[in-house]
């Protein structure tokens, strides 16, 4: 089944759309903040068992720590700069334009609006089923 | 020797130096008077009666000669005696037919000049032959000298009379210049001093007429469209009257308003009657008039209209200095628009800021609450679905003989359930006596109302919804924009026929051959869908209800301006600023969420235009919408 990553640093949020996605079959790890999402990626990567896709919250703390607006911008490059061929889908709570043209222009796939969990689902089943 | 018994000369000369001369040579021996001039001379010799007067011929005013002629009458017996440079032919006879006996001729010669005073103090005389001749001839010469004089009197009596008859003209006309200078500071004064334009025109007629001593003046200003000019302020009850009818001048038309605003000059009719131009019903009497144009920066803003009883009432003068006077009420005018402008501006700026700081508030207060709400549908469903499941379970379970249960598939489950709920849920809860009072120790309780449940979670779901939908409502209009070249009024015509309203309502009116601009379509749709939605629930049982969309090319041609007008009850002025704030609504619980006109602000704002309101309480509403045209 495929593995996807998580990043989000509100819990509630993190959680209930972890709980969709397994629902759906899929295998999910979270992760609530850049330092820790980093990690998980390339303990996978080593462990030979790597994510196959990767959802980003824009707007959390970054490496250092503070609250960063855009730091999944970062880890996003990170990832992308790790395997170019992931995909990833931005989450983001306002639609922040500027923010989204600039992921996509990193390498993202899509975004999506937080709260439209169904969406995201469909969103996410037509990309793993891409030839 | 004492001065007094010395003989008295007198000495007439109008040249400094040979006075001295003759002063220094007789000094010693005679009394020197001196007189620089005849009159002085002649008064001189009446007072002190010399003993001898030497006479210069050459002098200015009177020649000698006639100065001795004239003391001969004076004083009989005096000695009088020429002294000349002349040495022309009968010059000596000249001097001695005059009156004088003796000529001495210049330059004096100082070893002998005492002498020859003496001689002729002593009883020399000269002698003139044929006396009569001479006599004759100096008669003749003083008669023609005397006419000259009168020539010269008269003619400078003429000129005299002339040059009065100047001044009188030009006092005249200073006075005139002078009200007319006085009428132009007050008229300035009033321009800095008062900032309303109406007052101002009305302050500006009256001064001219006041200090015109004219029985009408009156400012016309063009109407936005150009085709006529409208009296804004007039003097008297007639120009009150001419204001509250609406008074006006076609700008195409033949009146003299109308030509000088056309031709940018000052028109002028001396005669109104000869000129066989038109009387003005409500000014009677009038015999002349002329208009002078407002010229403001860049264009003609109206002219002003004076009007006299009197036939050519109007000078030159007069035109230039109204001239004057027109151009700086075109000035003031100006002034009074860019001030207006500036309100406006600085109003809508105002209302701008107002509502960015509102919509931040409000933007941020959102985003938070559909952060936390963003979880409840998912968590809904799965609490339903799993609800379901868990009752399919039981029913499952319960189907089987009791015997049978341990040994089926689920049972395992089931009983994992009840432990947890043992574990977690309170035990008055788990064994509770509401609707089961005999509920048989260690079964779990079960709601009996399952519809109930299923009702509830789909209430927390349409909530969680409503909120998400605000929430995307609000920060909709910065979603991604798909920006493409829009046909406005094509656009228009799908948003009104997508709306369906019924027939008869919408009146449309949409220039031909209108740039495209560029913007999304759904985004651009979706407010004038909000403005047109709008003007019908202001028109919710209202007779005869119009809602009329009409769409142009701005004054500023860079722009396409749409107008959505309704004849509702209009917004009372109070609220007007309001209708662009989030949640606000005026429609009660008629539904609204209040965030129509605030996003239509913001998408109208992102695609660089303008938008704003007119109300006019009972007559309706217009909203204009100003969007670029593409490049």
């Not at chain 2, 027109?326 to 501006?345: E, K, P, T």
């Not at chain 2, 239509?600 to 007559?619: D, H, L, P, R, Y």
Request: aromatic fraction near 4%; glycine fraction near 8%; hydrophobic fraction near 45%.
């Amino acid at each position: 089944m495929p593995k996807i990553l998580l990043v989000d640093d509100e819990p509630l949020i993190q959680r209930s759309m972890q709980k969709t996605l397994m629902r759906a079959g899929y295998t999910v790890e979270a992760a609530g903040n850049c330092a820790d999402g980093l990690k998980r990626f390339e303990a996978a990567e080593a462990g030979g068992a790597p994510f196959d896709m990767a959802l980003l919250d824009l707007n959390m703390p970054g490496f250092d720590g503070g609250e960063a607006s855009g730091a999944g911008l970062e880890l996003l490059s990170r990832l992308i700069g790790l395997r170019p061929d992931l995909p990833v889908i931005i989450l983001t709570a306002y639609d922040e334009v500027s923010k989204v043209k600039d992921a996509v222009g990193r390498g993202a796939r899509g975004y999506c609006v937080k709260g439209r969990e169904q969406s995201l689902l469909d969103q996410i089943n037509a990309i793993f089923k891409e030839p | 020797m004492d001065p007094k018994s010395l003989p008295k000369i007198l000495y007439i000369e109008d040249t400094p130096a040979a006075r001295a001369l003759v002063r220094r040579v007789l000094a010693r021996d005679f009394v020197v008077l001196e007189a620089e001039d005849a009159l002085s001379g002649i008064e001189l010799a009446i007072q002190t009666r010399p003993d001898l007067i030497l006479l210069d011929i050459n002098l200015p005013q009177l020649s000698g000669r006639e100065v001795a002629a004239r003391l001969k009458t004076q004083l009989p017996n005096s000695l009088l005696i020429a002294f000349s440079a002349d040495t022309s032919p009968k010059a000596r006879e000249r001097a001695l037919a005059s009156g004088c006996v003796g000529y001495l001729t210049k330059p004096l010669d100082v070893d002998i000049f005492p002498d020859q005073i003496r001689e002729f103090l002593g009883g020399k005389r000269e002698i003139l032959a044929d006396q009569a001749v001479h006599q004759k001839a100096f008669e003749a010469e003083l008669v023609e000298r005397l006419e000259e004089k009168v020539r010269e009197l008269t003619k400078t009596a003429e000129r005299n009379a002339y040059l009065n008859e100047q001044n009188k003209h030009l006092v005249v006309v200073l006075r005139r210049r002078q009200r007319l200078l006085e009428a132009a500071a007050r008229v300035s004064q009033v321009i800095t001093s008062i900032l309303d334009l109406d007052e101002l025109l009305r302050v500006t007629v009256d001064v001219i007429c006041e200090e015109y001593g004219i029985p009408f003046a009156g400012i016309f200003l063009l109407d936005a469209a150009g085709e006529s000019a409208v009296l804004r302020a007039g003097s008297g009850e007639a120009g009150a009257r001419m204001v509250a009818e609406g008074y006006r001048r076609p700008v195409g038309g033949d009146s003299t308003v109308g030509s000088a605003i056309r031709q940018r000059s000052a028109t002028l009719i001396r005669d109104v009657d000869a000129a066989q131009a038109s009387h003005n019903p409500y000014l009677p009497g009038i015999r002349s008039r002329a208009a002078l144009p407002l010229i403001g920066k860049d264009a003609v803003l109206g002219a002003l209209s004076v009007q006299s009883d009197q036939l050519d009432a109007f000078s030159d003068d007069d035109l230039a200095a109204l001239q004057t006077l027109a151009s700086q009420v075109a000035v003031a005018i100006n002034n009074a628009q860019l001030l207006r402008d500036l309100h406006q501006a600085n109003h809508e700026l105002l209302r701008t800021k107002t509502f960015q700081a509102i919509a931040q508030t409000t933007g941020e207060t959102i985003h938070w609450v559909g952060n936390k709400a963003a979880p409840i549908p998912s968590c809904t469903r799965r609490v339903r679905e799993d609800l379901l499941a868990l009752i399919g379970m039981l029913q499952t379970l319960m189907d089987q003989p009791p015997e049978g249960r341990p040994q089926h598939p689920l049972w395992p489950a089931a009983q994992a359930i009840f432990d947890a709920a043992r574990r977690d849920v309170p035990p008055e809860r788990l064994y509770g006596s509401a609707g089961g009072t005999d509920a048989p120790a260690g079964r779990l309780y079960v709601p009996p109302d399952l519809e109930s449940i299923l009702e509830d979670l789909a209430i927390i779901e349409q909530s969680a919804a409503t909120i998400l939908a605000i929430k995307e409502d609000l920060i909709g209009p910065v979603r991604l924009q798909h920006l493409a070249e829009i046909e406005l009024p094509a656009l228009l015509e799908q948003t009104l026929f997508e709306m369906g309203l019924p027939p008869g309502v919408v009146h449309t009116h949409f220039a031909a051959d209108l740039p495209s601009i560029r913007g999304d379509s759904r985004q651009i749709g979706q407010v004038f869908n909000n403005l047109v939605k709008n003007a019908w629930e202001a028109l919710a049982g209202r007779p005869q209800p119009r809602i009329t969309v009409t769409c142009h090319l701005a004054d500023d041609p860079q722009y396409l301006l749409t107008q959505v007008a309704d004849n509702g009850p209009g917004i009372p002025p109070e609220l007007l600023d309001k209708i662009w704030v989030s949640f606000f609504t005026t429609k009660g619980d008629r539904g609204g969420t209040g965030l129509g006109l605030s996003a239509c602000v913001a998408i109208i704002n992102q695609a660089e235009g303008k938008i704003s309101v007119e109300s006019q309480a009972g007559a309706g509403t217009t909203f204009s919408v100003l969007l670029p045209v593409s490049k």
